[in-house]
């Protein structure tokens, strides 16, 4: 056990424990004299404490055992989605908690990590080899289908989209074809462009249709970014404040504690989504640059991890990691700079919450426990020529021993 804890990376460590006071302050300045939320930056305490003892655990744990048990993992993901629709709690317009032994737990969260094992297990058996569109790419997309629906449901757009980019992420470094990959892109950015031209032409009968699917709160977060104009003032209200914090904060911002904007509550939760105003208004351009600067050296850790690794699911799961914060990171910071929407989604590592928390904090584990263990595990799927994906699909539902190859004459 002791040499396993030497082969940690403990820079990935330190980087984490820097992460963590950051979160801390931040959550205290942000919740300083509120009676409802004053006690959030000790729950947070907790929160990583818990988190370093999962890292720690997952990290001692062969990450073997959880590639051998894709199929059980994806299962339980979707069930606890299945779940949620019927006793789920609702917060913030969004059906997506379970309360367990009075514990919230947001399912569409820890499925991010159920994707990530199971699309990465699928596509390691390919050994590399180009994907083919009918064989490989479709069945693995059904596979992101049926979450995807599920959180459709629930009213979570923004884990809709991060199951989009991690399946496209590990699409991309599973060895889809180019001439695939530009036509898909080509799509989807002519998707969006249309979207977002008949978003605007259409504005009013798009938002009446969103009220008549009970989706309102999705126009009131395209508005401020695509029509403001045309948005209300109490809409703009989020977007605004932030945009005016972080301006203010100029390059060494306005002292821990002393930003007027995030002080005076005009920045809803921001203990959580919003975290990175009190940033910006607090620590100005050279708070928000380090821990920008922090998140690099983070992936980075984590991309030589990948390139070390001798067992292809090892560095395709690190893949899937690196795409799931790298979304987060970026769609919680670019509403506040104006790039895109609100999409409520946590900046890893320093909003609060729990479940995002250890979601995060198992994720560097299983990363933590591919660098422990990949001189143990060398190409751990086997070298004989794999099925496609398809097979292997249709495969699940009609297992049959396998046969004994005959000893040679």
């Known amino acids: 056990m002791l040499h396993k804890f030497k082969k940690i990376d403990y820079s990935i460590v330190f980087i984490l424990v820097i992460l963590m006071v950051i979160s801390i302050m931040a959550i205290y300045s942000t919740t300083f004299g509120r009676p409802k939320v004053e006690g959030f930056s000790k729950n947070m305490i907790v929160f990583y404490v818990l988190g370093f003892v999962v890292f720690f655990g997952m990290s001692m744990i062969n990450y073997k055992f959880i590639v051998k048990n894709y199929l059980y993992i994806y299962g339980l993901g979707l069930l606890l989605l299945v779940l949620v629709l019927f006793i789920g709690n609702e917060y913030y317009g969004a059906q997506g908690w379970l309360s367990i032994g009075g514990i919230s737990l947001q399912p569409s969260e820890l499925f991010k990590l159920c994707l990530i094992v199971m699309l990465s297990t699928l596509l390691a058996r390919k050994k590399n080899r180009p994907l083919f569109f009918g064989r490989d790419v479709i069945p693995i997309s059904l596979c992101v289908l049926p979450p995807l629906l599920l959180v459709l449901l629930q009213n979570d757009l923004g884990a809709v989209l991060s199951y989009i980019f991690i399946w496209i992420g590990l699409l991309w470094i599973g060895n889809i074809k180019f001439s695939h990959a530009l036509i898909g892109f080509v799509l989807a950015v002519s998707?969006?462009?249309?979207g977002i031209q008949a978003y605007i032409h259409y504005h009013d009968e798009i938002t009446s249709f969103l009220k008549d699917i009970k989706?309102?709160?999705?126009?009131?977060?395209?508005?401020?970014?695509l029509v403001p104009e045309l948005t209300s003032r109490d809409v703009l209200w989020q977007t605004y404040n932030a945009k005016l914090a972080i301006g203010s904060g100029g390059v060494t911002g306005k002292g821990y504690m002393e930003g007027t904007t995030i002080q005076s509550n005009r920045v809803p939760l921001a203990y959580?989504?919003?975290i990175f105003v009190q940033i910006g208004e607090e620590f100005g351009f050279v708070g928000a640059s380090v821990l920008?600067?922090?998140?690099?050296?983070?992936?980075?850790?984590l991309v030589l991890i990948a390139l070390e690794c001798k067992d292809r699911v090892g560095a395709y799961l690190i893949v899937g990691i690196i795409a799931m914060i790298l979304y987060q990171v970026f769609v919680n910071i670019g509403p506040f700079i104006g790039l895109m929407p609100l999409t409520g989604i946590t900046l890893p590592f320093i909003s609060y919450g729990g479940t995002s928390l250890l979601i995060n904090m198992i994720s560097m584990g299983i990363a933590m426990s591919i660098k422990v263990h990949t001189?143990?595990?060398?190409?751990?799927?086997?070298?004989?020529?794999q099925p496609s994906i398809t097979e292997l699909i249709l495969k699940l539902f009609r297992r049959k021993p396998a046969q004994q190859e005959q000893p040679e004459q």
């Open 215 to 225: 989706r309102a709160h999705w126009a009131e977060r395209f508005d401020p970014w």
């Open 375 to 385: 001189e143990e595990n060398e190409d751990i799927l086997g070298a004989a020529e």
């Open 191 to 194: 998707a969006i462009v249309a």
């Open 292 to 301: 920008l600067l922090l998140y690099f050296i983070l992936i980075h850790r």
């Open 272 to 274: 959580a989504d919003s």
